[in-house]
T-cell receptor, first 112, second 117 residues
Framework: GNSVTQMEGPVTLSEEAFLTINCTYT??????LFWYVQYPGEGLQLLLK?????DKGSNKGFEATYRKETTSFHLEKGSVQVSDSAVYFC???????????FGAGTRLAVHP | GAVVSQHPSWVICKSGTSVKIECRSL??????MFWYRQFPKQSLMLMAT?????????EQGVEKDKFLINHASLTLSTLTVTSAHPEDSSFYIC?????????????FGPGTRLTVT
């Protein structure tokens, strides 16, 4: 079946450090891939997405590239800020269906 | 645009009572809404998909008689937890689907924390 695996957290970084959160997936067909962010006390917000192989999604300094050969969609940011502290969810959606399948989420804590 | 609200944001109820949670798309019409459950420090688990004017489609293992979903209009879906028990305590999140030009996105509500005592 379809599934998403994320690196376990929490990830603790100092401000301006480089961030990588790993995400790999298993899916039939050609899924769309997403990163969502959940700030404390809030709902999920779409951070970025990619709909086909080699696409790069980017937003707010975050990037992720859809790698079909490694079935991965790792999230990166060159310089994190305290305000990036949140839980990040990787997700996939298979073609023809609108259901999202989420990874377990990775909590990021950025300290000044 | 694309704002989804939930009400209430938190609720405490006694075991055996029923609780209704509302999910509204405030500035768009959503033919499909989704209900998720999130356990502490865990991912979101899709409970059911509701389409306006028709019965909800429940995921495997979700009791449809316990979690009643009604999607009476294009902007409102409700989840009623019937005869709640402490194990139903959780964070419930809804999302509303919106189609755009060549795309489809889900917009999430802020969630409702249910505590059953």
């Amino acid at each position: 079946g379809n599934s998403v695996t994320q690196m376990e957290g929490p990830v603790t970084l100092s401000e301006e450090a480089f961030l990588t959160i790993n995400c790999t997936y298993t899916a039939t067909g050609y899924p769309s891939l997403f990163w969502y962010v959940q700030y404390p006390g809030e709902g999920l917000q779409l951070l970025l997405k990619a709909t086909k192989a080699d696409d790069k999604g980017s937003n707010k300094g975050f990037e992720a590239t859809y790698r079909k050969e490694t079935t991965s969609f790792h999230l990166e940011k060159g310089s994190v800020q305290v305000s990036d502290s949140a839980v990040y969810f990787c997700a996939l959606r298979t073609g023809g269906y609108n259901k999202l399948i989420f990874g377990a989420g990775t909590r990021l804590a950025v300290h000044p | 645009g694309a704002v989804v609200s939930q009400h209430p944001s938190w609720v405490i109820c006694k075991s055996g009572t029923s609780v209704k949670i509302e999910c509204r798309s405030l500035d768009f019409q959503a033919t499909t809404m989704f209900w998720y459950r999130q356990f502490p420090k865990q991912s979101l688990m899709l409970m059911a998909t509701s389409n306006e004017g028709s019965k909800a489609t429940y995921e495997q293992g979700v009791e449809k008689d316990k979690f009643l979903i009604n999607h009476a209009s294009l902007t409102l879906s409700t989840l009623t937890v019937t005869s709640a028990h402490p194990e139903d305590s959780s964070f419930y999140i809804c999302s509303a689907g919106r189609s755009g030009t060549g795309s489809y996105e889900q917009y999430f509500g802020p969630g409702t924390r249910l505590t059953v005592t």
